[in-house]
């Protein structure tokens, strides 16, 4: 029987980095991957292939919508969805080719088939040439997640579909139905009404990515509006039909009046669920709680000493980035260094167009645990890089502490955001004032200038192009 230092369950982005960072560290590593590619959800359902379809039909809306602003006159325009799938499935290759390659660099042996625990440091791989016993003296479970739903709207991957199927459909809707107003919602939601879909956002709460500061919410919504969306707020969904041609939603809405949606398909997004089918955590004694997490303490390991786990099927987030950074933790954990996670500052984004992104309290946030502060806040229309570009849509908010200035949460919603974030992550790792960004020097003409002049507004009410 083999023998590793290290076994990871899981080759999405927290499981492939643990390994990696594992061997790294000079630990005799294998990683097992459930199916015949790396890279988990994220490379393959989710996080590059929605990236890819974003950024395919925002060329395509722009040109239609957009061009002849800049002075480029388009005619006869159309959509090969077909070849849009096929580059998006060519990203996803080079990709998961790309995870493959870092395994053999890194000598990570990898087991393509079902992992199973017999025992608390053994676990069989359902491999296509048979079963094959492993043993390792820690093990990372990095199984990630699949789509949630609830009664009533269970998917028959046909009409009535999740993440996964609406990242391979072979028709552009006439009428989408997107049931939950998150992240994922709105993304693949957004790729289908840029091609021309009428997209209906069915939505339990009172305002679209409730999670996140409600001021980009409504900002959001504005944009999504003029693209062809239609929203339906504190509406719950009772069920969900597959009529033969089509879909039909029928909800209630606040005041328990039956409302019923008609569409070419239903897209069901209301989360995503810790995927553990499989994995036999009784047999290692794994605890795992009711919303069907994995328990872990704050070292990340369960309730078994030398078992851990990361990513979807723990508490917190469930964001690449973060499985990510857990993904590292742990094996510096196991290597008997001391590294540490800032949850607070785990950034998030949406991937629509203009993009959403965040870092540390929301201002609900503030107001909920009773803390003083105050918002510099700057539009993306007041930039000269916004004007020449056409993306005017947006802003840059900043709460900071309102008697220190120091910074506790940054929002942004505008062109290019999600890599502006950066900036503020940066900055509240090391507990930076709002006062400290107004003062460092940011260059002209950029998008990033509104970051600045928001810190301005902050500090002392005086942003300078406004």
Same mark, same amino acid.
């Given at each position: 029987?083999?023998?590793?230092?290290?076994?990871?369950?899981?080759?999405?982005?927290?499981?492939?980095?643990?390994?990696?960072?594992?061997?790294?560290?000079?630990?005799?590593?294998?990683?097992?991957?459930?199916?015949?590619?790396?890279?988990?959800?994220?490379?393959?359902?989710?996080?590059?292939?929605? /990236?890819?379809?974003?950024?395919?039909?925002?060329?395509?809306?722009?040109?239609?919508?957009?061009?002849?602003?800049?002075?480029?006159?388009?005619?006869?325009?159309?959509?090969?969805?077909?070849?849009?799938?096929?580059?998006?499935?060519?990203?996803?290759?080079?990709?998961?080719?790309?995870?493959?390659?870092?395994?053999?660099?890194?000598?990570?042996?990898?087991?393509?088939?079902?992992?199973?625990?017999?025992?608390? =440091?053994?676990?069989?791989?359902?491999?296509?040439?048979?079963?094959?016993?492993?043993?390792?003296?820690?093990?990372?479970?990095?199984?990630?997640?699949?789509?949630?739903?609830?009664?009533?709207?269970?998917?028959?991957?046909?009409?009535?579909?999740?993440?996964?199927?609406?990242?391979?459909?072979?028709?552009?809707?006439?009428?989408?139905?997107?049931?939950?107003?998150?992240?994922?919602?709105?993304?693949?939601?957004?790729?289908?009404?840029?091609?021309?879909?009428?997209?209906?956002?069915?939505?339990?709460?009172?305002?679209?990515?409730?999670?996140? #500061?409600?001021?980009?919410? /409504?900002?959001?919504?504005?944009?999504?509006?003029?693209?062809?969306?239609?929203?339906?707020?504190?509406?719950?969904?009772?069920?969900?039909?597959?009529?033969?041609?089509?879909?039909?939603?029928?909800?209630?809405?606040? /005041?328990?009046?039956?409302?019923?949606?008609?569409? =070419?398909?239903?897209?069901?997004?209301?989360?995503?669920?810790?995927?553990?089918?499989?994995?036999?955590?009784?047999?290692?004694?794994?605890?795992?709680?009711?919303?069907?997490?994995?328990?872990?303490?704050?070292?990340?390991?369960?309730?078994?000493?030398?078992?851990?786990?990361?990513? =979807?099927?723990?508490?917190?987030?469930?964001?690449?980035?973060?499985?990510?950074?857990?993904?590292?933790?742990?094996?510096?954990?196991?290597?008997?260094?001391?590294?540490?996670?800032?949850?607070?500052?785990?950034?998030?984004?949406?991937?629509?167009?203009?993009?959403?992104?965040?870092?540390?309290?929301?201002?609900?946030?503030?107001?909920?645990?009773?803390? #003083?502060?105050?918002?510099?806040?700057?539009?993306?229309?007041?930039?000269?890089?916004?004007?020449?570009?056409?993306?005017?849509?947006?802003?840059?908010?900043?709460?900071?502490?309102?008697?220190?200035?120091?910074?506790?949460?940054?929002?942004?919603?505008?062109?290019?955001?999600?890599?502006?974030?950066?900036?503020?992550?940066?900055?509240?790792?090391?507990?930076?004032?709002?006062? #400290?960004?107004?003062?460092?020097?940011?260059?002209?003409?950029?998008?990033?200038?509104?970051?600045?002049?928001?810190?301005?507004?902050?500090?002392?009410?005086?942003?300078?192009?406004?």
């Amino acid at each position: 029987m083999e023998q590793y230092d290290v076994i990871v369950i899981g080759s999405g982005p927290g499981g492939y980095i643990a390994a990696v960072r594992s061997a790294q560290l000079g630990f005799k590593t294998a990683i097992i991957e459930k199916y015949d590619k790396l890279g988990g959800t994220c490379l393959n359902v989710g996080c590059i292939p929605s /990236k890819a379809l974003l950024d395919s039909s925002e060329h395509f809306f722009k040109a239609k919508h957009e061009f002849t602003d800049h002075g480029i006159n388009t005619s006869d325009l159309q959509v090969d969805l077909a070849k849009m799938m096929e580059r998006k499935q060519s990203v996803v290759d080079q990709t998961t080719s790309g995870v493959a390659y870092l395994m053999d660099k890194n000598k990570i042996t990898t087991y393509h088939g079902l992992g199973t625990f017999e025992s608390k =440091d053994t676990v069989k791989v359902a491999t296509a040439d048979g079963d094959v016993t492993i043993q390792g003296k820690n093990i990372i479970i990095a199984t990630g997640s699949k789509p949630n739903f609830f009664p009533g709207m269970e998917p028959d991957k046909d009409r009535i579909i999740t993440s996964t199927e609406a990242l391979q459909l072979k028709e552009i809707p006439k009428k989408l139905v997107v049931v939950g107003g998150g992240v994922i919602g709105l993304e693949l939601g957004s790729v289908y009404a840029r091609l021309g879909s009428e997209i209906t956002v069915v939505e339990f709460a009172d305002s679209i990515i409730p999670t996140m #500061d409600r001021t980009m919410g /409504k900002e959001l919504q504005k944009v999504l509006k003029k693209e062809g969306f239609t929203f339906k707020y504190n509406h719950r969904v009772q069920k969900v039909e597959n009529t033969g041609k089509g879909i039909k939603v029928t909800a209630l809405d606040k /005041k328990d009046q039956e409302v019923v949606f008609e569409a =070419d398909y239903c897209l069901v997004s209301v989360g995503r669920k810790p995927y553990t089918d499989g994995l036999g955590l009784e047999k290692a004694g794994v605890k795992v709680n009711e919303r069907g997490q994995i328990e872990t303490n704050d070292h990340l390991q369960t309730n078994i000493p030398g078992i851990y786990a990361i990513g =979807d099927v723990v508490k917190g987030a469930m964001l690449a980035h973060k499985a990510e950074e857990e993904g590292v933790f742990v094996a510096e954990v196991i290597a008997g260094q001391k590294p540490h996670i800032n949850y607070k500052l785990i950034p998030g984004v949406v991937y629509t167009w203009p993009e959403v992104a965040a870092v540390g309290y929301t201002e609900e946030e503030l107001k909920a645990e009773g803390k #003083d502060y105050k918002v510099g806040s700057f539009p993306m229309r007041a930039l000269g890089r916004a004007r020449a570009s056409g993306d005017i849509n947006g802003l840059v908010k900043i709460l900071a502490d309102k008697e220190t200035d120091e910074v506790l949460g940054v929002h942004m919603i505008g062109a290019r955001v999600a890599d502006l974030i950066a900036e503020a992550v940066v900055a509240m790792e090391y507990r930076a004032s709002a006062e #400290d960004i107004s003062r460092m020097s940011h260059a002209h003409p950029t998008y990033a200038e509104a970051v600045k002049e928001a810190a301005l507004a902050a500090t002392d009410n005086r942003p300078l192009n406004i």
